[in-house]
């Protein structure tokens, strides 16, 4: 009996195998070739940052960050970092490694896992939480709390996720 019903079973595999068409259309699939360079930085490196308490004469007593020395060599140099899209407001946006809800503002993270973004040319429009990978001139700040510690210029969208 067992038998019977295991080639029973292998009878109607094989039937309902064989009773699928070939799709006679044949569709021509071209892909543009597209070359990504890989992140310049990472944010495991942008997070390997150390902060110093000093006096400062608008805020009283600050911690100013101390960024690694590796992050200092790129100083001024173009760079690709992949992350996520925040809005700061009409005007800027920061490029973040946490999406929105978990990002700087909003989460537990600090202020060395987003990068302020200026844009070359026109700012193009941008939702949040987009995923995407920038390329710009990296500068980095010790100094001005007002500031970002780092920032991206002259930002141009490598590529869009």
């Known amino acids: 009996m067992r ?4 080639i029973a079973l292998a009878l109607v595999v094989f039937i309902s195998l064989m009773s ?3 799709n006679s259309k044949t569709e021509k699939q071209t892909f543009a070739k597209t070359t990504v360079a890989n992140d ?3 944010w495991k490196l942008l997070g ?5 308490r000093k006096k ?3 805020y009283g007593e600050v911690e100013f960050p ?11 140099k173009t760079v690709y970092l992949t992350g996520f899209i925040v809005p700061i407001d009409s005007k800027n946006y920061a490029l973040s490694k946490n999406v929105f809800a978990s990002c700087f503002f909003c989460g537990k993270s600090g202020p060395e896992t987003i990068t302020g973004l200026k844009f070359k040319g026109s700012l193009p429009k941008l939702k949040t939480d987009t995923y995407l990978t920038i390329k710009g001139t990296f500068k980095v700040n010790e100094t ?5 510690i780092y920032n991206i210029e002259n930002a141009e969208i490598v590529s869009k996720k």
Request: net charge positive.
């Open 66 to 76: 101390q960024v690694n020395l590796k992050l200092k060599g790129y100083h001024n």
């Open 40 to 42: 310049t930085l990472t």
């Open 144 to 148: 001005d709390v007002d500031n970002w």
């Open 20 to 22: 699928f068409e070939k």
């Open 56 to 58: 400062h004469a608008t």
């Open 3 to 6: 038998n019977f019903i295991k």
């Open 48 to 52: 390997d940052i150390k902060y110093v």
